[in-house]
Protein backbone atom coordinates (compact mmCIF):
# COMPACT_ATOMS: atom_id res chain seq x y z
CA UNK A 1 0.00 0.00 0.00
CA UNK A 2 1.25 3.10 -1.16
CA UNK A 3 0.99 6.58 1.64
CA UNK A 4 -1.43 8.90 0.70
CA UNK A 5 1.06 11.30 0.03
CA UNK A 6 2.75 8.88 -2.58
CA UNK A 7 -0.48 8.91 -4.34
CA UNK A 8 -1.72 12.37 -3.83
CA UNK A 9 1.62 13.01 -5.67
CA UNK A 10 1.30 10.62 -8.65
CA UNK A 11 -2.71 11.95 -9.42
CA UNK A 12 -1.44 14.91 -9.60
CA UNK A 13 0.97 14.54 -12.42
CA UNK A 14 -0.44 14.86 -15.67
CA UNK A 15 0.90 12.70 -18.85
CA UNK A 16 2.09 13.90 -21.86
CA UNK A 17 -1.01 14.56 -23.98
CA UNK A 18 0.76 11.58 -26.77
CA UNK A 19 1.10 9.36 -24.10
CA UNK A 20 -1.86 6.97 -23.30
CA UNK A 21 -0.60 5.08 -20.78
CA UNK A 22 -3.50 3.57 -18.91
CA UNK A 23 -3.30 5.58 -15.63
CA UNK A 24 -6.08 7.27 -14.49
CA UNK A 25 -5.24 10.47 -13.04
CA UNK A 26 -7.76 12.07 -10.88
CA UNK A 27 -7.74 16.15 -11.52
CA UNK A 28 -9.79 18.72 -9.44
CA UNK A 29 -12.41 20.73 -10.80
CA UNK A 30 -9.44 24.13 -11.65
CA UNK A 31 -7.37 21.67 -13.81
CA UNK A 32 -10.61 20.01 -15.72
CA UNK A 33 -11.43 23.64 -16.54
CA UNK A 34 -8.19 23.98 -18.81
CA UNK A 35 -9.29 20.56 -20.58
CA UNK A 36 -11.58 21.23 -23.34
CA UNK A 37 -14.25 19.07 -22.86
CA UNK A 38 -14.21 17.75 -18.78
CA UNK A 39 -17.75 15.67 -18.89
CA UNK A 40 -15.58 13.07 -20.94
CA UNK A 41 -12.65 13.39 -18.41
CA UNK A 42 -15.18 12.41 -16.34
CA UNK A 43 -16.39 9.69 -18.44
CA UNK A 44 -13.51 8.19 -18.65
CA UNK A 45 -12.78 7.73 -15.29
CA UNK A 46 -16.14 5.55 -14.76
CA UNK A 47 -15.18 3.32 -17.89
CA UNK A 48 -11.04 3.02 -17.35
CA UNK A 49 -10.93 0.23 -16.22
CA UNK A 50 -7.24 0.71 -15.05
CA UNK A 51 -7.21 1.44 -11.42
CA UNK A 52 -5.59 -1.47 -10.19
CA UNK A 53 -3.38 -0.42 -6.94
CA UNK A 54 -3.35 3.33 -7.80
CA UNK A 55 -7.03 4.26 -7.24
CA UNK A 56 -9.84 2.34 -5.98
CA UNK A 57 -13.00 2.63 -7.62
CA UNK A 58 -14.09 4.47 -4.99
CA UNK A 59 -11.85 7.40 -5.35
CA UNK A 60 -13.13 7.59 -8.96
CA UNK A 61 -16.46 7.62 -7.80
CA UNK A 62 -15.69 10.41 -5.07
CA UNK A 63 -14.14 12.41 -7.71
CA UNK A 64 -16.45 11.92 -10.04
CA UNK A 65 -19.60 13.02 -7.55
CA UNK A 66 -17.69 15.91 -6.29
CA UNK A 67 -16.81 17.72 -9.86
CA UNK A 68 -18.93 20.46 -11.22
CA UNK A 69 -18.68 18.93 -14.33
CA UNK A 70 -20.54 15.86 -13.78
CA UNK A 71 -24.05 15.04 -14.99
CA UNK A 72 -26.60 13.05 -14.31
CA UNK A 73 -25.69 10.81 -17.14
CA UNK A 74 -22.29 9.99 -14.53
CA UNK A 75 -24.21 9.62 -11.67
CA UNK A 76 -26.68 7.13 -13.28
CA UNK A 77 -23.63 4.54 -13.53
CA UNK A 78 -21.84 4.74 -10.31
CA UNK A 79 -23.23 2.22 -8.03
CA UNK A 80 -26.11 3.38 -5.70
CA UNK A 81 -24.35 3.12 -2.23
CA UNK A 82 -21.76 5.46 -3.83
CA UNK A 83 -24.25 8.19 -4.14
CA UNK A 84 -26.67 7.65 -1.79
CA UNK A 85 -24.47 6.50 1.59
CA UNK A 86 -20.65 7.67 0.77
CA UNK A 87 -20.18 10.70 -1.05
CA UNK A 88 -21.66 14.16 -1.04
CA UNK A 89 -24.75 13.23 0.00
CA UNK A 90 -26.46 16.89 -0.83
CA UNK A 91 -25.98 15.42 -4.64
CA UNK A 92 -28.47 12.58 -4.02
CA UNK A 93 -30.58 14.40 -2.23
CA UNK A 94 -31.21 17.23 -4.89
CA UNK A 95 -31.07 14.32 -7.74
CA UNK A 96 -33.73 12.10 -6.13
CA UNK A 97 -35.74 15.37 -5.65
CA UNK A 98 -35.67 16.79 -9.08
CA UNK A 99 -36.39 13.16 -10.39
CA UNK A 100 -39.30 12.49 -7.94
CA UNK A 101 -40.95 16.37 -7.92
CA UNK A 102 -44.37 15.88 -7.01
CA UNK A 103 -45.18 12.16 -8.20
CA UNK A 104 -45.84 10.39 -4.84
CA UNK A 105 -45.88 7.24 -6.48
CA UNK A 106 -41.58 7.84 -6.93
CA UNK A 107 -41.31 8.57 -3.22
CA UNK A 108 -43.37 6.06 -2.42
CA UNK A 109 -41.52 3.56 -4.81
CA UNK A 110 -38.21 5.46 -3.11
CA UNK A 111 -39.16 4.47 -0.36
CA UNK A 112 -39.87 0.81 -0.53
CA UNK A 113 -36.17 0.61 -2.49
CA UNK A 114 -34.51 1.79 0.37
CA UNK A 115 -35.97 -1.01 2.84
CA UNK A 116 -34.19 -3.18 0.55
CA UNK A 117 -30.57 -3.87 0.70
CA UNK A 118 -29.97 -2.02 -2.48
CA UNK A 119 -26.21 -1.39 -1.70
CA UNK A 120 -25.86 -5.39 -1.55
CA UNK A 121 -27.65 -5.74 -5.14
CA UNK A 122 -24.75 -3.45 -6.58
CA UNK A 123 -27.28 -1.85 -8.15
CA UNK A 124 -26.65 1.45 -10.18
CA UNK A 125 -27.79 5.04 -8.72
CA UNK A 126 -29.32 5.25 -12.81
CA UNK A 127 -31.02 1.47 -12.30
CA UNK A 128 -32.24 2.93 -9.15
CA UNK A 129 -33.63 6.13 -10.13
CA UNK A 130 -35.50 4.19 -13.20
CA UNK A 131 -37.42 1.80 -10.29
CA UNK A 132 -38.94 4.61 -9.39
CA UNK A 133 -40.97 4.94 -12.33
CA UNK A 134 -44.04 2.46 -12.83
CA UNK A 135 -44.05 0.35 -14.64
CA UNK A 136 -46.29 1.32 -18.25
CA UNK A 137 -49.18 -0.08 -18.99
CA UNK A 138 -48.41 -1.06 -22.07
CA UNK A 139 -45.81 -3.56 -20.66
CA UNK A 140 -47.36 -5.49 -17.98
CA UNK A 141 -47.88 -8.63 -18.15
CA UNK A 142 -51.34 -9.88 -17.86
Do not use: N
Not at 15 to 39: I, T
Not at 102 to 124: C, G, H, N, V
Amino acid sequence: MHPAWFLATATAVPAPEDQADGVVRLLDDGELAKHPDPAAVLQSWLDSPATGDILARSEIYRAVVKSRYRALEHLRQIPADEVLARHEPEVALQTLLDHCGRSTQRWEALATAMTFDYDEEKITFGQLLDSLDPTPAGAQTP
